[in-house]
């Protein structure tokens, strides 16, 4: 039987502004390649303070092109996260890449400078210059971190890895429009996207800002932002006529529409932020007193950008159980994220149970919430008091 959530998993916040910025593009003959996608990325691109930012169709279109613009191809081995979605691996796959999953952080569930480190000194070595596989010979090239659930990474200490073994970083920041970090090196707190060679955004309806479907590569470097304005666009180069192609391309292009819908997301920025916010902080009050439930926290020197509020119970707790009860109450409820190792297609590349514990382990003690702007401080409560009354009937099942 399917239940109809009356209290969704998540839910996009528009107001009259987004409505009259789309209708005004279609009373304009420009629904795709306008200048609505101009001034959204000139306007995205101030906001971060970074030198471009090209808008793209989706999340997974920019780690696309961004993984071909630092130079992945086939053999290149890329350390990344196997806690995320799948998408963050997947854009590797398709180059024929190999990725080279470390385990996260226990606390905040994303990959760390040290555990990296670990990993390259165990199996790399460098050779006529460039870091090397020990046994396969195959080039490293990348570290491809994600800020998850919208708790920043450790970027300087990414920065210091890049530097010493000469490799690029390409950050998955989809989950994690407006996160600040403190910055050792500027004494000041910044979004750690600025400081990879590139960093990919996304506006799928459940992020923090919406453009339907979306996503935005930022970066200070001209060439990685020339090649993707180009491969975007079928391999033109900008400005050039409308059947040259110089180099191989994709349509990856985002549409007016979108464009409108983002210019209004990114005006109305710290409202959405601040809302998510709040919604936070009373999770946080109502979930205080269910010593089952691990609340989500933010390391002293980061902010987080509230994406989804997950929650991890403590081992013994049936978590599937609590996920079925909140759907009999109808409040939507997801286990967040399923390890990217061990979906179908990595597993036949040998990936298995085992191999990332910390990951493994997280992944079968996490639930998402509800968490949306609209979501009220009674719903909030409902929420915590379901998941409470979950527990309890529950306990030693
Ligand atoms: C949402 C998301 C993506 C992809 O975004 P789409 O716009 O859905 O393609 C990539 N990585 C992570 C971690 C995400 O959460």
Redesign the pocket.
């Known amino acids: 039987m399917v239940t109809l959530a009356q209290i969704p998993l998540s839910r996009p916040d528009l107001s009259a502004m987004e409505v009259e910025e789309v209708l005004s593009v279609l009373r304009t003959p420009w629904l795709s390649m306008g200048p609505k996608i101009q001034e959204f990325e000139e306007r995205f691109a101030r906001h971060l303070g970074v030198g471009h930012a090209v808008a793209v169709a989706?999340?997974?279109?920019g780690?696309h092109l961004a993984v071909r613009a630092i130079g992945v191809q086939p053999g290149a081995e890329v350390i990344t996260t196997p806690f995320?979605?799948v998408?963050?691996a997947n854009v590797l796959l398709f180059e024929r890449a190999t990725p080279v999953f470390v385990d996260v952080d226990p606390q905040t569930l994303n990959l760390t400078p040290e555990a990296v480190q670990t990993v390259i000194d165990r199996w790399y070595v460098r050779r006529d210059g460039r870091m090397v596989h020990r046994t396969t010979e195959a080039p490293l090239l990348a570290i491809l971190p994600?800020s998850?659930f919208g708790h920043p990474v450790e970027m300087e200490g990414f920065r210091a890895l890049a530097r010493t073994y000469g490799l690029r970083i390409v950050h998955?920041t989809?989950?994690a429009f407006g996160s600040v970090y403190w910055s050792g090196e500027r004494k000041a707190w910044i979004s750690e996207a600025v400081l990879a060679d590139a960093a990919?955004f996304?506006?799928?309806p459940n992020?923090q800002l919406t453009t339907g479907?979306?996503?935005m590569v930022v970066t200070d470097d001209q060439a990685i932002a020339t090649y993707c304005r180009m491969a975007r666009n079928q391999g033109r180069r900008p400005g050039a006529d409308w059947l040259a192609h110089d180099i191989l391309g994709f349509n990856y292009r985002m549409d007016e529409l979108s464009a409108a819908l983002g210019v209004a997301q990114l005006r109305r920025a710290p409202e959405l932020l601040a809302r998510r916010e709040q919604v936070a902080r009373w999770y946080e009050e109502a979930l205080a007193p269910i010593e089952e439930v691990e609340r989500p926290r933010a390391t002293p020197w980061a902010r987080v950008a509230w994406?989804v509020y997950v929650i991890r119970v403590r081992s013994g707790v049936n978590r599937d159980a609590i996920i079925e009860h909140l759907a009999t109450r109808g409040i939507a409820a997801k286990p967040y994220f399923p390890p990217i190792h061990l979906h179908d297609h990595f597993r036949a590349l040998g990936y298995k149970p085992g191999d990332f514990p910390v990951t493994e382990a997280a992944a079968s003690r996490t639930i998402a919430l509800p968490f949306f702007n609209a979501l009220t401080q009674g719903q909030v409560l409902e929420v915590a008091r379901t998941v409470k009354e979950a527990i309890y009937r529950n306990v030693g099942a």
């Open positions: 989706n999340g997974t279109c780690l995320s979605f998408a963050t994600v998850v998955d989809c989950e990919v996304a506006f799928y992020k479907e979306g996503g994406f």
